[in-house]
């Protein structure tokens, strides 16, 4: 179950619907995993400071169960993730920031399922 957020001081303008489902499909895609399980919540319109400077940047927080450990591939999904963020929103790498967030079963709850 991926959940992504996405906080950026990029005008809402510039990040459309379809860079919500690109996103989606891509972190399906990147993490093996369905699409009907992932997430992704875009917070544009943000103030932001980021190394003493305003310009345009973005944090992307990527959450999913037991998927993010030492040793693993942390590198390999921070170059794709920057790689793709880079070609949809044309910010460069000194501009961003990946997070990511290794859910345990106990962190989530969810509702029945139908």
Do not use: W
Request: hydrophobic content about 35%; charged content about 25%.
């Amino acid at each position: 179950m991926p959940l992504c957020t996405i906080t950026t001081n990029l005008p809402d303008e510039k990040l459309s619907d379809t860079f919500l489902k690109e996103t989606s499909a891509f972190i399906a895609k990147l993490l093996d995993k369905p699409e009907t399980r992932v997430q992704v919540t875009l917070l544009p319109n943000v103030r932001i400071i980021s190394a003493g400077s305003l310009e345009p940047c973005l944090t992307f927080y990527l959450s999913s169960f037991e998927r993010f450990r030492p040793g693993d591939n942390n590198r390999k999904y921070g170059d794709e993730i920057g790689k793709f963020l880079a070609e949809k929103t044309g910010l460069p790498d000194s501009r961003m920031r990946v997070i990511f967030h290794d859910l345990q079963p106990i962190d989530v709850g969810f509702p029945p399922l139908k």
